[in-house]
């Protein structure tokens, strides 16, 4: 599972593998694991999906917490002779070994390039090889998310050469290849190309292929790894893009999943969040304001129904993160963006009850209003990175927040652009037509500013969407003939077609509920 | 070196714009798409793909940065508006390449036309006339924008307000304006007293009647789900 967010790196020297915690020996084997090793290897090599699912999910979790709170497992040599020395099961095992590292301790720099070279070793298995598996949708998810989230942390870790101690240095140096940004690309878009993904999406659209349907699982015999693998690295390019704050083609990477529809990125909870907390961030940065606002709508809507159904599960912590991170957004998009009615009554009371009163000041522009901003954006925001190699020129800077000052920076310098529109909005409220003078003259404003003004209003509120269309997503209109200004307001829309749909649908259910009633 | 004919042209950026799809984390690409941003700004052709996939390996390797080209970018990404394509640009250049003068004028252009400061605006390019004359078809890109924020918001428009917006005054103003009135259905009329008035075409923005009523429509795939009711 992708671990916490917030992780602090702690420095550690290079060969403190064994020191890291007392008592550590990676060659103890207890019996309770040499039994889960023996059990796993055999569900894999007779592909019992959902045997697997369950040592992965919940008996990996079990020993975990019981036997390995504050060390890592035992090593992969240790094991290795129960499972046949069998090669993908290893690379298997290590891939969750340095998972396991990673929520629990913190990595050194040599680990953290093992871990890189262990998924390297795998990736090219899967790429290359012909790999008879079946494994869980959660699993494969968590491989991408993981492969990602270890990306993210390397440059996070990388950018802080200030206090690296010399063999820190001479490792990242000799290393250089680790967790580069071209790999860790081109391995996601090698995943993308090689499962022929996007083409089976297409092809599923008119029957030609099965895959959603099927959950990604393959009923002919064959592997779902490398589909699924696939399909999950679209959210881990989005990922990457976001991370680098190229928004457009995160959101390039993301269009050929349909996200209006279920599909295997809603078959696991955390790729259903990380997909869509992207997906909105990516809008809201490109200013789409409104999508961003219909999809945080839909995914809090969706966590606030099934959260309770997730209290065991080690996902938890990380759906309550996120949920608190999209309600920040969501109170940023709807500050920028004043669009009430596309927020769910559900969502809506958890929004003023966080961020209320946040919000009504948000809208007063001033200092303090930026300060806001500031606050949300900075909690909510992905951990920007600087992906490029460090300088190892003395002296030696803490470069990780450069990445995050950008994003923040050109942030902030669009809301300072909408700062006037909330006072013009105000008197468009009241007015049904008023002349520019007169306008001008109640905003305390020359006459040129206030069509400036104007023309801001318009242009920040039609939004130009991804087929190049112009989308007014303003509540409040208004045209100029000459001199005077006519308000429009947008009157709410009844959808009296939806609710005949819904209703249809529903009465159906229930007479064939009826009809399955017997008398007795 | 001539300009290469029409033909050679096109093959030219359908490589670039295939080497963008299917190997864009390429570091050899670099000198191509670099390339290719000049062959933008010669033939007047634009595309923010390969644009990105540039400023990103930029972004990787920094030593590889080229500022004139970073700023030939901009200046085509700004002639985009009103897409947003100037800051998502921004978004892959780092803060001190920003810092630099040019970069900072251009953000300052930037900055006017995203708060319809036109006078300001041109005012400003005047000064910085060795960047946006080094891009041919930027003064039309503006002028473009300028008049699709005003159809946003204007059905009849005053002279001098048109006039500051796209920079034209006096005898090519119109000409200009006959060319608008023949071409894109502009009609001129006298405004009372203080001269002309432009009634600018009408579209659902600044006819807010024209808006179509999109909740009205139910699309045939929400009807497919009641099909197996119906039949």
Excluded at chain 1, 487 to 496: G, H, Q
Aim: charged share 25%; net charge negative.
């Amino acid at each position: 599972m992708a671990a916490n967010y917030d992780y602090e790196e702690a420095p550690g020297t290079y060969d403190d593998v064994n020191r890291q915690d007392l008592g550590y020996d990676p060659n103890f084997v207890p019996d309770s694991v040499k039994s889960f090793v023996v059990h796993l290897y055999r569900h894999i090599r007779e592909k019992n999906v959902y045997e697997i699912h369950q040592m992965y999910e919940i008996s990996f979790q079990t020993l975990s917490n019981r036997l390995f709170k504050d060390t890592p497992w035992p090593s992969v040599d240790a094991v290795a002779h129960y499972v046949d020395n069998d090669q993908v099961f290893c690379l298997l095992y290590r891939e969750m070994w340095f998972r396991h590292l990673y929520a629990r301790l913190s990595p050194t720099l040599k680990q953290r390039i093992d871990s890189w070279d262990n998924y390297c070793s795998l990736f090219q298995v899967v790429l290359h090889r012909v790999v008879n598996m079946q494994l869980p949708n959660q699993w494969l998810w968590d491989m991408v998310d993981e492969f990602v989230y270890q990306f993210q942390s390397f440059c996070q870790y990388r950018a802080k050469m200030k206090n690296k101690t010399e063999q820190e240095i001479a490792l990242l140096r000799q290393f250089d290849q680790a967790w580069n940004v071209y790999g860790v690309l081109n391995y996601l878009q090698a995943f993308v190309e090689k499962s022929n993904i996007i083409q089976i999406l297409e092809q599923e659209k008119d029957g030609g292929e099965q895959f959603t349907a099927t959950d990604g699982y393959d009923y002919s015999g064959g592997s779902n790894v490398l589909k699924v693998l696939g399909y999950f690295s679209m959210v881990g390019l989005l990922r990457v893009h976001c991370l680098l704050g190229d928004y457009q083609t995160g959101l390039k990477c993301l269009l050929p999943i349909d996200i209006s529809q279920q599909g295997v990125y809603t078959s696991v909870i955390g790729s259903h969040i990380a997909t869509i907390y992207h997906y909105g961030f990516a809008n809201l940065m490109m200013r789409r304001y409104v999508e961003a606002i219909r999809e945080f709508n839909k995914i809090l809507l969706y966590i606030y129904k099934i959260k309770q159904f997730h209290e065991k599960s080690p996902q938890y912590e990380q759906i309550l993160k996120k949920n608190e991170q999209m309600y920040a957004l969501l109170a940023i998009c709807l500050s920028l963006c004043p669009q009430a009615k596309l927020v769910e009554e559900t969502v809506n009371s958890q929004l003023r009850e966080k961020y209320g009163e946040k919000m009504s000041r948000m809208q007063r522009y001033d200092d303090e209003a930026f300060a806001i901003y500031d606050e949300l954006f900075s909690y909510a925001c992905p951990k920007f990175i600087t992906p490029s190699a460090p300088s190892f020129e003395e002296p030696l800077v803490n470069y990780n927040q450069d990445a995050y000052r950008l994003q923040l920076k050109l942030f902030l310098y669009e809301v300072k652009q909408q700062q006037l529109l909330s006072g013009v909005r105000t008197f468009l409220k009241v007015y049904s037509t008023i002349s520019l003078g007169k306008l001008a003259n109640y905003m305390e404003v020359d006459e040129p500013t206030l069509r400036s003004i104007l023309f801001t209003y318009k242009h920040k509120t039609h939004a130009v969407d991804s087929d190049g269309k112009i989308i007014s997503n303003a509540d409040l209109d208004f045209y100029i003939d000459d001199d005077m200004i006519h308000v429009v307001e947008s009157k709410p829309v009844k959808r009296y077609g939806d609710y005949f749909l819904r209703q249809i649908v529903k009465f159906e259910g229930m007479i064939t509920d009826m009809d399955r009633i017997k008398l007795e | 070196m001539g300009r290469e004919t029409p033909k050679q042209q096109q093959q030219i950026s359908y490589t670039v714009e295939q080497l963008v799809a299917v190997n864009p984390y390429n570091p050899d690409i670099l000198p191509d798409l670099e390339n290719f941003v000049n062959e933008q700004v010669s033939s007047q052709t634009y595309s923010l793909e390969a644009n990105l996939c540039l400023l990103r390996l930029y972004q990787f390797e920094p030593d590889r940065m080229s500022t004139q080209i970073v700023a030939r970018i901009l200046v085509k990404a700004l002639m985009a508006m009103p897409a947003p394509d100037f800051s998502l640009c921004l978004f892959l250049i780092p803060e001190r390449v920003q810092m630099e003068e040019q970069f900072k004028d251009l953000i300052i252009l930037s900055h006017y036309l995203e708060t319809g400061r036109f006078r300001q605006f041109w005012d400003e390019a005047a000064k910085s006339r060795h960047i946006v004359e080094a891009v041919p078809g930027f003064e039309q890109a503006i002028q473009t924008y300028a008049i699709h924020v005003l159809s946003l918001t204007y059905q009849k428009i005053p002279r001098p307000v048109l006039a500051e917006a796209i920079n034209i005054e006096g005898l090519s103003l119109d000409k200009f304006l006959e060319h608008q009135a023949a071409n894109s259905g502009w009609i001129l009329e006298k405004g009372h007293g203080r001269g002309q008035l432009i009634v600018l075409p009408r579209n659902e923005f600044n006819h807010p009647e024209l808006k179509k009523s999109a909740g009205d429509t139910v699309p045939l795939e929400h009807i497919t789900r009641i099909f197996p009711i119906l039949g």
